[in-house]
């Protein structure tokens, strides 16, 4: 039982920035990563960045040096600066939590936002 809400796709012209927002709610215990990945049309979907409880962050090659993860406790912002046509795409926010179950076991599970659509145009 978690939402994902997501905000701050759009349009931009090669070259602009967008900032993306995640906000997760719910019952879990904690989570323990949030990021995005995201999906170009006819491609399959394809990580971006993530970044761990303990603060580790991950980016695609494609990325790194022009995005910036951050995670401000069940909210995550990326940062996109430097854009180009080819991060043009669905971007789907991604959330594992840690969750109690029948009263005494923890279950860690995967959610995923609705994706919100970014369009770069040259």
């Known amino acids: 039982q978690v939402q994902l809400v997501e905000s701050g796709g759009g349009s931009v012209q090669a070259g602009g920035s967008l900032r993306l927002r995640c906000d997760a709610s719910?019952?879990?215990?904690?989570?323990?990563?949030m990021g995005w990945y995201r999906q170009a049309p006819g491609k399959e979907r394809e990580l971006v960045a993530t970044?761990?409880?303990?603060?580790a962050t991950n980016y695609a090659d494609a990325v790194k040096g022009r995005f910036t993860l951050s995670r401000d406790k069940n909210t995550v912002y990326l940062q996109m600066n430097s854009l180009k046509p080819e991060d043009t795409g669905v971007y789907y926010c991604?959330?594992?939590?840690?969750?109690?179950?029948?009263?005494?076991?923890?279950?860690?599970?995967?959610?995923w936002g609705e994706g919100t659509l970014v369009t770069v145009s040259s």
């Open positions: 991604n959330v594992a939590v840690l969750r109690i179950v029948e009263d005494t076991r923890l279950e860690g599970k995967d959610y």
């Open positions: 719910g019952s879990f215990l904690r989570i323990e990563v």
């Open positions: 970044v761990t409880k303990n603060g």
